[in-house]
């Protein structure tokens, strides 16, 4: 048994819709298809691959001990990318993302999933992959003036599962009130 994971946040579906419309035109125009091989979501936590009962067990115990935050608002502002390689919406850092993503981070961080977590940089993809260089600079000219935001409130977290070669919703974590997320025992408080 070997299972694929990936943790992240999913807009509503009216504003998945708004982002599915510009990642179906890019990949129509520009003939790139691999982001719609994706729902649009915002990663908090890479991709691992779990392969034993025990394994998944502690990543979802670690995901539920996550999940005591506060909801918070989600402003998705423009248009951005990494260099000749992936096109995206900005995702606007705010105290409440930010505190999410260091949480899961956190909670996920002794179970030793990922050799070294790469700094978080908020966005959610339009176009990676299979986006070459000229066809990138393309993209990237035909947006360079266009403006784009949309804001969403935010009170849970997904996790996807890799089923039949595609990312399938799998749980999802409501937020609870932090003030009452269990204290750990100390001999020494």
Request: net charge positive; hydrophobic share 40%; aromatic share 14%.
């Amino acid at each position: 048994m070997e299972n694929l994971f990936l943790v992240c946040l999913v807009p509503p579906v009216s504003v998945a819709e708004d982002i599915d419309e510009i990642r179906t035109y890019i990949s129509e125009k520009f003939n790139v298809h691999e982001s719609l091989k994706r729902p649009a979501h915002i990663t908090l936590y890479p991709p691992v691959k779990l392969s034993t009962y025990d394994a998944e067990k502690k990543f979802f115990k670690a995901l539920e001990d996550a999940s005591f935050v506060g909801p918070f608002t989600q402003v998705l502002r423009n248009f951005n990318s990494f260099p000749e390689h992936t096109f995206y919406l900005d995702v606007e850092q705010n105290e409440g993302l930010m505190r999410l993503e260091k949480q899961i981070a956190r909670e996920l961080q002794p179970l030793k999933l990922i050799a070294k977590k790469e700094k978080f940089n908020p966005h959610l993809t339009l176009a990676f992959r299979d986006v070459k260089p000229p066809i990138f600079k393309q993209i990237s000219a035909e947006f360079k003036d266009r403006k784009f935001k949309r804001e969403f409130p935010v009170s849970s977290f997904s996790v996807y599962k890799h089923i039949d070669k595609r990312w399938q919703p799998f749980k999802e974590f409501s937020f609870k009130d932090p003030d009452t997320k269990p204290k750990t025992l100390s001999l020494f408080d």
